[in-house]
């Protein structure tokens, strides 16, 4: 006994001197080409905010693509609709949400007056309650070609609140930005260096936003009330760059399902089908069990999954509706069979 104890204070120190210990379970490598995975991306379509200039466009290429490992999202002057410039605003809402962990993505940002590239997030009940008490965490927000980056957190507290820091960044190089984000705080860093800590203990001053599901934002913006509009100096077009974003937990805590996407992260075609449906699964769920079950609760076939996708033959069982029931060490999802 007393050397399990003393095994268990050990490996609490390590804890408190190393930290989190981080497991990767969402990314984006952009090891593709062609526009954003639209299983991990939605394009925002949307006009002016903050006085912007920009027009959000919706699956062009010319604003939002993959190519030679990096996302590019492209600011360009030109006259789109009632706006005189476009760009591109990808989000993960209704693709993956998530509370707490480590986020991160590698950057380079563009510059010149009137550019606002951003890595951000926002609560998932946005649209239920609106800004701000939702919650935004700014991971990465740079402004002109003031070699600043911004890290900030915006509430509710009878109104916008917000806590927020800065350090020195070069603009037009490659840097990673990241946040851990506990119960207990969010910590910004530059090329993982902390810079700037917030509390959220206990929901202080009424950060109860902050321990609810957030989403992932990157966008370009052009002009607004902060950075101002771009002048005879601004070069168009103009590209932010990022090679990948990841999403992390802390396994050295005991949070539950923290990181949990939605259903239809998991993809059946055909539905319905006659003897072979197949199963999609993001790459970073897909080891887990699968079992199908009858509309009695019988439990028809159950099998281990190993890859992304998986070509299940089903033609033995009888025709009408059964039920997918997938589960792994984060998340269990159920989705609707049609045997016909």
């Known amino acids: 006994m007393k050397k399990v104890t003393i095994l268990i204070l050990l ?14 379970v969402w990314s984006d490598e952009f090891n593709y080409a062609g526009l954003p995975d639209n299983t991990k991306w939605g394009n925002e379509l949307r006009g002016n905010a ?9 699956k062009r290429l010319e604003n939002s693509k993959v190519e030679y490992g990096n996302l590019l999202i492209i600011a360009k002057k030109e006259s789109y609709l009632d706006s005189s410039y476009t760009s591109a605003r990808i989000t993960t809402e209704g693709k993956f949400y998530f509370t707490y962990g480590k986020i991160e993505a590698r ?9 606002w ?29 003031e070699g600043k980056n911004h890290g900030t957190m915006h509430w509710d507290k009878n109104g916008h609140s917000k806590y927020g820091g ?17 119960v207990n705080s969010i910590k910004w860093f530059l090329d993982g260096n902390k810079y700037w800590e917030g509390n959220i203990k206990d929901s202080i001053n009424s950060t109860g936003e902050f321990h609810k599901p957030f989403y992932l934002i990157l966008n370009l913006a052009i002009g607004g009330s902060w950075p101002g509009n771009p002048n005879s100096s601004t070069i168009f077009p103009d590209t932010m760059s990022v090679d990948y974003v990841r999403v992390y937990k802390d396994v050295s805590t005991k949070t539950e399902n923290v990181f949990a996407p939605l259903d239809f992260t998991i993809q059946l075609t055909p539905n319905p089908t006659t003897d072979f449906i197949s199963i999609d699964i993001p790459q970073y769920y897909c080891k887990g069990n699968l079992s199908i079950f009858d509309m009695n609760g019988i439990e028809m076939i159950v099998k281990q999954i190993e890859a992304e996708n998986t070509r299940l033959y089903i033609g033995h069982l009888s025709k009408g509706l059964y039920l997918l029931k997938y589960t792994n060490n984060l998340l269990s999802i159920t989705k609707k069979i049609i045997k016909s």
């Open 107 to 115: 950057i380079k940002t563009p510059t010149g007056q009137g550019i």
């Open 166 to 182: 800065t350090v020195v960044c070069s603009v037009n190089q490659f840097h990673v930005y990241s946040i851990e984000w506990t």
């Open 50 to 58: 903050n006085q912007e200039l920009q027009y959000y466009t919706f």
């Open 117 to 145: 590239p951003a890595f951000w997030m926002l609560g998932k009940n946005m649209s239920q309650v609106g800004w701000p008490a939702c919650g935004e965490v700014d991971i990465m927000e740079q402004i002109n070609s």
């Open 11 to 24: 490996l609490s120190v390590l804890t408190q001197v190393f930290g989190q210990s981080w497991n990767m």
